[in-house]
């Protein structure tokens, strides 16, 4: 199968890309900006929710060793997927719940993998996540890459991205790069 690309938006693009990056098989994460009608936008504008993008991640990973299924698992359970434009003290819709399709394949497994999850009744309230098709993806400036690892200390990312990591530690273990 090889290399694929998934790209979802949970909130903060600096907690969805940190979890990715921990993730075994996966070779590159991006952060950037999707979902809306300005090309080229910049972080300031997408905060002001100028743009109608949502802060987003592009996931480049290898499909025989990870699967997109996993990536869907892995990302329903680091966010809130039934917060409507919003994911902790992040308001707006730049912080929405979306899966951005790449092909006609990863809708049918974002939909079924969201009919499976309502099914299930994993939550008390409905999902509101987008699944929509990716149209554009406009990676972030370079400050907003690699953010977490560049910024342990920073107090958001001890607050928030910490225990989306901790969580991710507890139930993908046997997915996790090795130390």
């Known amino acids: 199968m090889g290399e694929s690309v998934a790209t979802v938006a ?3 693009f600096w907690c969805i890309e940190a979890v990715f990056e921990e993730l ?3 070779t590159d994460v991006t952060s950037g900006y999707c979902g809306g009608h300005v090309e080229e936008p910049t972080y300031e504008e997408v905060c002001r929710g100028e743009t109608g993008h949502a802060e987003a991640v592009q996931v480049t ?11 869907l698992e892995v990302f329903f359970t680091v966010h809130d997927p039934t917060t409507l434009n919003r994911q902790g003290p992040d308001v707006g819709s730049q912080y929405r719940s979306a899966v951005f399709y790449h092909d006609e394949r990863q809708r049918e497994l974002a939909e079924a993998f969201v009919a499976d999850l309502e099914a299930s009744g994993a939550y008390d309230d409905p999902i509101v996540t987008e699944i929509e098709p990716l149209e554009a993806f406009y990676g972030a400036e370079k400050e907003h890459q690699d953010y977490y ?4 200390e920073n107090r958001y990312c ?7 990591l901790a969580k991710l530690r507890e139930r993908f273990e046997a997915q996790l790069r090795a130390p």
């Open 24 to 26: 075994d098989g996966v």
């Open 149 to 152: 690892e560049n910024n342990p």
């Open 10 to 12: 949970g909130g903060c």
């Open 158 to 164: 001890t607050v928030m991205i910490e225990p989306k």
């Open 61 to 71: 990973y290898d499909a025989d060793e990870l699967s997109y299924p996993k990536i």
